[in-house]
């Protein structure tokens, strides 16, 4: 079962910036926070990934709380292509478990 | 470098059939998972293939079935096709070491009639 809650469904308008929460309140020490997005119909794509400190690269941020028991992913300047479903997903940072996908956000980038 | 391809894009089969689809990872990757996606289950880990062998299974029957070649192109099988088989069948691949930032193939539709 995913360790993680998002909300079902966020709008943003499109120019602003999008900030999808994601509650991962039992993640372990040695435990990443990934997030990755599916466009529909296509393979979901990877976009970043933290431990605990805030990370930034060129398509997203991820803030990480200080006792990590949540974070936000930040799209600084949505687009209507940004519309897609976004996972966040916990893991150990290596070892062969496998990912475990939610649900997830649906974001819809409204013109 | 060339993504990760998955062929053919899309299937039709019949019940009872088989099917055998294909994954060519990227380039250096040496590992190669699998998921099924329906919109019942969401994404589904299937099994996960390092150096022509599996290291990792999910929950689905025997039916389903895969193998890793030495260049580390990766097929997976489903026989005795059921209608609930019918899914999108994706293809990741990744380096061996560090994260776990897998790179995802355009998927495998397939439907069974």
């Known amino acids: 079962d995913a360790k993680t809650t998002q909300p079902p469904s966020m709008d943003c308008a499109e120019g602003r910036a999008a900030n999808l929460p994601c509650n991962h309140s039992t993640i372990s020490g040695n435990e990443y926070v990934y997030w990755y997005r599916q466009i529909h119909s296509q393979g979901p794509q990877y976009i970043i990934h933290g431990l605990k400190n805030n990370e930034t690269n060129e398509m997203a941020s991820l803030i990480i709380t200080e006792d990590r028991k949540s974070s936000t992913l930040i799209l600084p300047h949505a687009t209507l292509r940004d519309t897609a479903v976004y996972y966040c997903i916990v893991r150990a940072y290596s070892g062969n478990t496998p990912l475990v996908f939610g649900k997830g956000t649906r974001l819809s980038v409204i013109a | 470098k060339a993504g990760v391809t998955q062929t053919p894009r899309y299937l039709i089969k019949t019940r009872g059939q088989q099917v055998t689809l294909s994954c060519s990872p990227i380039s250096g990757h040496r590992s190669v998972s699998w998921y099924q996606q329906t919109p019942g289950q969401g994404l589904q880990f299937l099994f996960e293939?390092?150096?022509?062998?599996?290291?990792n299974k999910g929950n689905f029957p025997g039916r389903f079935s895969g193998r890793q070649f030495s260049n580390s192109r990766s097929e997976m099988n489903v026989s005795t096709l059921e209608l609930g088989d019918s899914a999108l069948y994706l293809c990741?691949?990744?380096?061996?070491?560090?994260?776990?930032?897998?790179?995802f193939g355009p998927g495998t539709r397939l439907t069974v009639t």
């Open positions: 990741a691949s990744r380096q061996e070491e560090g994260s776990y930032e897998q790179y």
């Open positions: 293939y390092f150096s022509e062998t599996q290291r």
